[in-house]
């Protein structure tokens, strides 16, 4: 059996409204568990790969910001 985690994550959100996709960021975020870090890593995806320099830049540059300022 062949299980591709990337495909059931979109497959399980094909049709989903912004408020649908909202509703499931915000709980997976909240739920605070670690079997939801693939299911955003798979929306990540998918922003980035949709996304134009520009845009990746603003990310990269907010995650900069997060990580040399929040030292463990």
Do not use: C
């Not at 980035?48 to 030292?71: C, I």
């Amino acid at each position: 059996m062949n299980f591709s985690l990337r495909q059931a994550v979109i497959q399980n959100l094909q049709g989903s409204s912004a408020s649908d996709l909202h509703h499931t960021i915000t709980d997976a975020i909240q739920k605070n568990e670690e079997v939801t870090l693939p299911g955003l890593g798979v929306l990540f995806e998918i922003l980035w790969k949709e996304k134009d320099t520009s845009a990746r830049q603003q990310w990269l540059a907010t995650l900069e910001q997060y990580f040399q300022s929040n030292q463990p």
